[in-house]
T-cell receptor
Framework: NAGVTQTPKFRVLKTGQSMTLLCAQD?????MYWYRQDPGMGLRLIHY???????AKGEVPDGYNVSRLKKQNFLLGLESAAPSQTSVYFC?????????????FGDGTRLSIL | DAKTTQPNSMESNEEEPVHLPCNHS???????IHWYRQLPSQGPEYVIH???SNVNNRMASLAIAEDRKSSTLILHRATLRDAAVYYC?????????FGTGTRLQVFP
């Protein structure tokens, strides 16, 4: 059971570079989420998707874009990386049935912007 | 979206019960209460959730106040592996709303 898989696990970028983080889930979940976690903080929602082809803004969406072209994948893009985007990024997914469904998290991507 | 309120840290001895409190005084009628925990260098792990009634599972129990403005996560016998940050979260139809959590230390 792979669950939620994030690629890559670590990455170092220079300011201004672009990159895409990939999240894949094999549980046929409708909902997918991208969070960031800064040291000593809780998770903050960046963007989320309630189904294939849909995306919505979360709490801290600026500087990020997302796409959900396939149900099992949710991509997070940084077009022009900034040092303030240095963080640990977590992806999560859950099934459809309202707020009672738990989210399943990946192991995170540690991203450093120099 | 109002976040929940939890103590920053708590301590317990191994094999003792632990009661982790959470205040969610502005919770709406359709919001669920979820608890997750996060071990160092890992993603959050689901623990338990509920809406109005108390809930039990193999990991923990969740006691929800009658007015739903607060809840308590109960670990019946703490182990060293329970040392983690515990998040009490409001969950609406689409999203989880994380606070800063309670760091639980467990001593042998």
């Amino acid at each position: 059971n792979a669950g939620v898989t994030q690629t890559p696990k670590f990455r170092v970028l220079k300011t201004g570079q672009s990159m895409t983080l990939l999240c894949a889930q094999d549980m046929n979940h409708e909902y997918m989420y991208w969070y960031r976690q800064d040291p000593g903080m809780g998770l903050r929602l960046i963007h989320y998707s309630v189904g294939e082809g849909t995306t919505a803004k979360g709490e801290v969406p600026d500087g990020y874009n997302v796409s959900r072209l396939k149900k099992q994948n949710f991509l997070l893009g940084l077009e022009s990386a900034a040092p303030s985007q240095t963080s640990v990024y977590f992806c999560a997914s859950r099934g459809f049935t309202g707020g009672g469904q738990p989210q399943h998290f990946g192991d995170g991507t540690r991203l450093s912007i120099l | 979206d109002a976040k929940t309120t939890q103590p920053n840290s708590m301590e317990s001895n191994e094999e003792e019960p632990v009661h982790l409190p959470c205040n969610h005084s502005t919770i709406s009628g359709t919001d669920y209460i979820h608890w997750y925990r996060q071990l160092p260098s890992q993603g959050p792990e689901y623990v338990i959730h509920g809406l109005t009634s108390n809930v039990n599972n193999r990991m923990a129990s969740l006691a929800i106040a009658e007015d739903r403005k607060s809840s308590t996560l109960i670990l019946h016998r703490a182990t060293l592996r329970d040392a983690a940050v515990y998040y009490c979260i409001r969950a609406n139809t689409d999203k989880l709303i994380f606070g800063t959590g309670t760091r639980l230390q467990v001593f042998p």
